[in-house]
């Protein structure tokens, strides 16, 4: 079974949580291809491991359906061969694509198309491409007996690709009626649109929760990515142990993990109790377990004991700042909050269950040099015990590792961070 996944703006993390999330699952995959653009899983899996709601980084998957070699693009629309094109709409036609509109769409018969390339000839052709699909598409069940609207864009838009919030409003997943093309350097893929990230359901538990904070909230979302970079899956324990008003442990407990929350702010055990009570009661999980319990990070062990499967958390991350920081004073931050994640590294490393995992964020701070500054906090660590974890670094995860480069394989670390921020967050992944 082969599918796609489309990316957020942060393609290397979306790339990390996936393959972790499949590795946590035991699923047997291979990356067939990938870029900042898409990815391709290949899986021995009937049914899909993961979909569009369980995962925080891609925001639309898809199954695919038919190959088609790159070099025919090229030949029609770089070249301009029209027997190439020829070729491209059997191809089209002989794939399951119609096949599935004809079988979900309503009376109206309203497809997209969308164009995800990697291809650096193709890339200013891909409207064009685009287009050509599209009249490929209708020009099949035209022949099939079919009258249908293919969906246009605004002229304003750089890619030729529909949003989710479009897919999800014109009901374009349900009725299989957004194909995705995705053209890579050697293969491309055609396909349908099986899932999309759903932005109301994370603004939803972002906004509609009874309790928020405004300063350094962690976005649903990326809260969802640390989950499953953790490694947690139903029934383990997971454990936030600087849990704020509980975003984190949100999605931990969506994701089906015995739920343990800590805090040193009596009006956030409180907040984040709510917020709980408050999720489990809107997604109807009467049966999920948390605790949210007041104490100090740096004294885990006897507030929660040991055996904990995951960690994910999110610490101070120091002052909010109206300007851009110098350096000296960016450093003097980060080092102000060194001792306290230092302290908790030892903490978190007592009371993992040998294999756990630690997913930190620690401060990325920008500043007027143009250099960041950072709490390097790998050496110490190791130090404690901690082994970082490669997740790109395993040839068996990709069909062709010759693919990866030496940069990516031996990434270990992520920074997420918009040009409007201050302060940014770099996120590391731990393995006891």
């Known amino acids: 079974m082969n599918q796609v996944l489309i990316p957020g703006k942060n393609w290397k993390l979306s790339l990390a949580e996936l393959i972790l999330f499949l590795e946590a699952r035991r699923a047997t995959f291979k990356v067939r291809g990938f870029s900042r653009e898409f990815f391709v899983i290949q899986t021995d899996e009937k049914t899909s491991p993961f979909d569009a709601a369980n995962l925080g980084g891609n925001i639309k998957i898809g199954a695919l359906g038919k190959t088609i070699p790159t070099e025919l693009f090229v030949k029609a629309f770089v070249e301009k061969e029209r027997e ?22 309503s009376s109206k018969y309203l497809f ?88 109301f ?36 324990v997971f454990i ?69 499967d995951c960690i994910a958390t999110e610490p101070d991350l120091g002052p909010a700042l109206k300007n851009t920081p110098t350096t000296s004073y960016a450093q003097k931050i980060v080092d102000k909050l060194a001792p306290l994640y230092f302290g908790f590294l ?4 007592e009371i993992l269950r040998k294999d756990g995992r630690l997913v930190l964020v620690t401060p990325c701070l920008r500043t007027r040099s143009g250099k960041p500054v950072t709490m390097h906090i790998e050496k110490k660590a190791e130090e404690v015990g901690f082994k970082m974890i490669y997740p790109f670094g395993n040839n068996e995860v990709f069909e062709s590792y010759d693919r990866v480069k030496e940069e990516m394989r031996i990434t270990r670390r992520f920074i997420d961070m918009s040009e409007r921020h201050k302060t940014g967050r770099e996120i590391h992944v731990f393995q006891k």
């Open 84 to 105: 190439a094109r020829n070729q491209i709409t059997e191809e089209v036609a002989s794939s399951i694509v119609p096949s599935e509109i004809l079988e979900k769409a």
């Open 112 to 199: 997209g198309v969308s164009v995800y390339c990697s291809a650096d000839p193709l890339r200013p052709l891909a409207s064009s491409i685009q287009r050509f699909i599209g009249s490929s598409i209708k020009g099949e069940l035209a022949d099939r007996g079919v009258k249908s609207e293919f969906m246009g864009f605004p002229r304003s838009r750089e890619q030729p690709q529909l949003t989710h919030v479009e897919v999800l409003k014109k009901k374009l997943v349900e009725n299989k009626a957004e194909v995705l093309l995705c053209i890579d350097k050697v293969q491309s893929w055609l396909g349908n649109t099986s899932g999309v990230h759903d932005p």
């Open 201 to 236: 359901e994370f603004q939803k538990r972002d906004v509609g929760k009874p309790n928020q904070r405004t300063i350094f909230a962690i976005p649903p979302r990326l809260a969802r990515i640390m989950v499953n970079l953790s490694g947690c899956t139903p029934r383990k």
């Open 240 to 308: 936030d142990p600087f849990c704020g008003v509980g975003t984190i442990l949100q999605e931990a407990l969506l994701s089906g993990a015995q739920v343990i929350g800590v805090d040193a702010n009596n009006w956030c055990v409180e907040a984040a109790t709510e917020n709980l009570e408050w999720l489990r009661k809107e997604y109807e999980l009467k049966d999920r377990e948390f605790r949210v319990l007041r104490g100090n990070a740096l004294g885990l062990k006897s507030i929660v004991g040991s055996n904990i």
């Open 346 to 349: 030892k903490e978190a490393y």
